[in-house]
C-alpha cells in the first residue's frame, strides 16, 4: 500500500517509497565500497525482526557485495506506541559469527535498547566486525548511545508507521513513512 492508500490514518507523511530506495541505494553504494577490501568472506546482514524486513530485502537487493541474510528476534514493545524497555530474546542467529563481518540491519533505532543489547550480544561471538545500518533513527528519543555508521533519515520523536514499522501489526506493508494521527491509537 502507498500513503495515499491510508492518508486518513496518518497526521503526516515524512517520505516516500521512491525517496526511500533512493537514500537505501546511496548507503548501499557506501556500504559496497566500505567493505571491498573485506571480500575474502561474504558479510553477514543481521536482520531484526519484524521491522527490518523490508529494509533487508532493499538492501541486500540493492548491495553487489556478496552477503548472508541471518534474522534474530528480540521484542522490545508490542502493539503500543512507546518503549518498555523490557527485551525478550525470541530467535537466534542460525551460523556462527566468530571472526565475520556483521552488519547489523535496522528499520528504527528508538530509544536505542533493542540495538545496544544486540551489539553486545553479537559482540561476544567473537566477531571480526559489527556496524550498524538502520532506515530510520530518532535522535531525540536516544537513551543508549550506539554506534551507528549508516543511518536512512533521522526523523522527529513521533510515531512512524510504514517500511516495516507497524502499529498493533498493521501498516508495515506500507512503502513510505507517516506519522500516524493519534485518532488511531486512540481508538485501541
Ligand atoms: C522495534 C524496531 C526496533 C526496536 C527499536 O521493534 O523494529 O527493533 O523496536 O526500538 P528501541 O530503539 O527503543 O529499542 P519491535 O520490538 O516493535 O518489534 P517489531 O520489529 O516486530 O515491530
Not at 500513503?3 to 548507503?27: C, E, G, K, N, T
Not at 577490501?37 to 523490508?54: H, K, P, T
Amino acid at each position: 500500500m502507498d500513503i495515499a492508500d491510508v492518508a486518513s490514518d496518518l497526521s503526516q507523511a515524512l517520505y516516500s517509497d521512491q525517496q526511500i530506495q533512493d537514500r537505501i541505494a546511496q548507503l548501499a553504494t557506501q556500504i559496497d565500497a566500505d567493505y571491498a577490501d573485506r571480500a575474502d568472506q561474504d558479510l553477514i546482514l543481521v536482520g531484526v525482526l519484524n521491522g527490518a524486513v523490508m529494509v533487508m530485502a532493499d538492501l541486500a537487493r540493492k548491495l553487489k557485495t556478496h552477503c548472508q541474510m541471518e534474522w534474530m528476534a528480540i521484542s522490545s514493545y508490542g502493539s503500543g506506541t512507546t518503549s518498555s524497555g523490557v527485551l525478550r530474546p525470541l530467535k537466534d542467529l542460525s551460523v556462527d559469527v566468530t571472526g565475520r563481518h556483521i552488519l547489523v540491519v535496522e528499520d528504527i533505532i528508538d530509544t536505542g535498547l533493542t540495538l545496544s543489547y544486540l551489539v553486545d550480544n553479537l559482540r561476544s561471538r567473537g566477531p571480526a566486525s559489527v556496524e550498524v545500518m538502520t532506515a530510520f533513527r530518532k535522535p531525540e528519543a536516544i537513551k543508549c548511545p550506539v554506534d551507528v555508521k549508516y543511518v536512512g533519515f533521522d526523523i522527529p520523536a513521533q510515531f512512524v508507521v510504514g517500511y516495516g514499522l507497524d502499529y498493533a501489526g498493521r501498516y508495515r506493508n506500507l512503502t513510505g513513512l507517516g506519522v500516524l494521527d493519534p485518532k488511531v491509537y486512540a481508538q485501541g
